[in-house]
């Protein structure tokens, strides 16, 4: 292919590529339509590849804001390190729907006013996908609220496929929950789901904790209430382990610590609040399970803030925190904390309730 003229000479096709690569989504969607080279280089599949994994690098966090009525209202709104606050929508799916998990640009969404129906959706790209559903007898229900603890939809940039994961506890209708944890795994290439059921006592899960969902390594892992262990889902294997903790972190009930399970450049992550300090470990050999201390923050200018705030997400020197009505970021290498969003209405629920990771992709779900 011909190298592009310019009036300061010529461009080659890997030039073009990396900076097409550094485009935000809608900039770059434009771009295709300056000339049929662009065209087809920001249309190929190596491209899609060579993109995915630069904007991933910049994590975000996306917030649902939600009002806090009988016919609730929401709004997304996506913080971003680099370029500000903006607002979009998943009116393209034509469902009222909820956030459930979120990896490398693709939500899980389900169906607010039917439940059991599940979306997968990209909201850059503004594609979706209607999944199939679960083979459920309609006696079955999950265990307690009807729906799937704990969600996941690990994402394969690479092979550009991905999964959902739908784990719980069931009970039959008019009787206890049985203990054991029911887990449908859809695939995205066979387009069909797989079941299997395996003997778990009830690890028990926040609502922070079901949202914190990290996928690296080929498992989903979440962390648990009691904070003595990460609960994970080997997706090759379909089998369910755990992740200690160290003591070195002083977790468990009683320490008044607070942990949160995020990612940091494809690693897991785990941040430390107590009253006056953040901790940000990471376990930087997953086979024999090294955690490192990388990071000791004070939070003596933030500590009005501090029993409420909760971290969402983090790149590779800056992390995200949500409050009731605000989300702060902090930048690591020079110390400074900075409000990135905020919301005026009293009536809106906490932002940290529905605030998740996401990263930028243009990874079709189709």
């Not at 903790?245 to 399970?261: A, F, H, T």
Request: glycine share 6%; aromatic share 12%; proline share 4%.
């Amino acid at each position: 292919m011909d190298p592009v003229q310019t009036n300061f000479g010529y461009f080659a096709d890997e030039i073009i590529l990396e900076i097409l690569a550094r485009l935000p989504i809608k900039s770059l969607f434009r771009t295709k339509c300056v000339c049929k080279l662009w065209y087809k280089l920001a249309s190929h599949k190596s491209f899609t590849q060579i993109y995915n994994e630069s904007s991933v690098k910049n994590v975000m966090v996306l917030v649902e804001v939600t009002e806090s009525s009988i016919e609730s209202t929401s709004s997304l709104i996506l913080v971003d390190n680099k370029r500000g606050v903006s607002e979009f929508s998943l009116d393209f799916i034509k469902d009222r729907v909820k956030i459930r998990a979120s990896c490398n640009g693709l939500l899980c969404c389900s169906s607010v006013p039917d439940k059991g129906v599940y979306y997968v959706c990209n909201p850059m790209t503004r594609e979706f996908k209607l999944l199939p559903r679960v083979r459920e007898r309609p006696i079955t229900r999950f265990y307690p609220d009807g729906e799937a603890t704990l969600v996941g939809v690990p994402c394969d940039l690479l092979n550009n496929r991905y999964s959902v994961v739908l784990a719980g506890y069931h009970r039959m209708f008019g009787h206890r929950p049985e203990g054991k944890l029911i887990c449908s795994v859809y695939d995205s290439e066979s387009n069909k789901w797989r079941k299997y059921v395996s003997d778990q006592d009830d690890h028990g899960f926040t609502r922070m904790n079901r949202n914190q969902v990290v996928f690296v390594k080929g498992s989903l892992h979440w962390m648990t209430q009691t904070f003595a262990y990460i609960l994970v889902l080997d997706l090759n294997f379909d089998v369910w382990r755990r992740i200690l903790l160290p003591d070195e972190m002083g977790c468990g009930n009683g320490s008044g610590n607070r942990v949160y399970l995020l990612e940091l450049d494809g690693k897991l992550s785990v941040i430390q609040i107590s009253s006056v300090w953040m901790n940000i470990w990471v376990l930087q050999d997953y086979e024999n399970r090294h955690w490192d201390l990388i990071d000791r923050v004070s939070l003596r200018c933030i500590r009005g803030m501090v029993p409420g705030i909760f971290p969402i997400s983090q790149g590779g020197d800056y992390v995200f925190l949500a409050s009731h009505k605000q989300v702060l970021v902090y930048q690591r290498k020079t110390k400074i904390w900075k409000e990135m969003y905020s919301v005026k209405n009293n009536s809106t629920m906490p932002l940290w309730f529905s605030a998740h990771p996401f990263g930028g992709t243009i990874l079709p779900c189709r």
